[in-house]
Structure formats: structure tokens, C-alpha cells
């Protein structure tokens, strides 16, 4: 079972920054893509960010040369570097591993079975 754990959200005022981190299990795989999702009320939730075991990125075009996702597998660890935040940014923000060992750095959900609780993000303007 992959457990996932995110922290690192919080309240911010535009143009400002937050990393977010997500700590997984002893079976955070370095061979599965994990990603970074984020949803809104009556929204569906939208993938932000990816990285491949190759360590290969993706990126939602609203977040591009904003935000930076990276990991690190002998912490078990997985970041989003979040810069110059805007309003429209703010969402609850879930981590999630991919279902696939090997597969590229997917932003769809459906390609993702392992979620973390998610932490909130808010951006005031």
C-alpha cells in the first residue's frame, strides 16, 4: 500500500511562494510516475504537475515557469516549488502515485490510484 502524506500548504498573498511536500510509505517506488492534482469546489480535479522514474517533468500550461515539481527517492519524497502564486492558484493540492511502474509523467487522473489527503492552498490578492 502506498501511503501518502502532503504538507507545506497554507495562506499566501499573491506573488508569493510555497513548497509543498508529499512523504510516502516504505513502498514509494522510484518506479512509478507520482504527481501533484488540485481541486476546487465543484471543480474536477486537475493535474498540475508530474515527474517519471527518469525524473522526467510535466506541467499543466497555467503553471508553467511557476511551478516546479522534483523528488527525491531516498527520502521517500516528492516537492512542488510553487512561485509568484496567483489568486486562481488556489485549490487543496494532492499528491498522488501512478498506478504504472515506467510510464511518463501523465497529468491524468485516471492513471493515478494512490492519493494523499491533500493540503490547502489559498492565495489572496
Known amino acids: 500500500v502506498v501511503q501518502l502524506v502532503e504538507s507545506g500548504g497554507g495562506s499566501v498573498q499573491a506573488g508569493g511562494s510555497l513548497r509543498l511536500s508529499c512523504v510516502g510509505s516504505?513502498?514509494?517506488?522510484?518506479?512509478?510516475?507520482m504527481g501533484w492534482f488540485r481541486q476546487t469546489p465543484g471543480k474536477e480535479r486537475e493535474g498540475v504537475a508530474a515527474?517519471?522514474?527518469?525524473?522526467?517533468?510535466s506541467y499543466a500550461d497555467s503553471v508553467k515557469d511557476r511551478f516546479y515539481i522534483s523528488r527525491d527517492n531516498a527520502k521517500n519524497t516528492l516537492y512542488l516549488e510553487m512561485n509568484n502564486l496567483k489568486p486562481e492558484d488556489t485549490a487543496m493540492y494532492y499528491c498522488?502515485?501512478?498506478?504504472?511502474?515506467?510510464?511518463?509523467?501523465?497529468?491524468?487522473?485516471?492513471?493515478?490510484?494512490?492519493w494523499g489527503q491533500g493540503t490547502q492552498v489559498t492565495v489572496s490578492s
Open positions: 515527474i517519471d522514474s527518469k525524473h522526467t517533468p
Open positions: 498522488a502515485a501512478d498506478s504504472f511502474f515506467y510510464r511518463g509523467p501523465s497529468l491524468r487522473v485516471i492513471d493515478f490510484d494512490h
Open positions: 516504505t513502498y514509494f517506488d522510484s518506479r512509478r510516475s
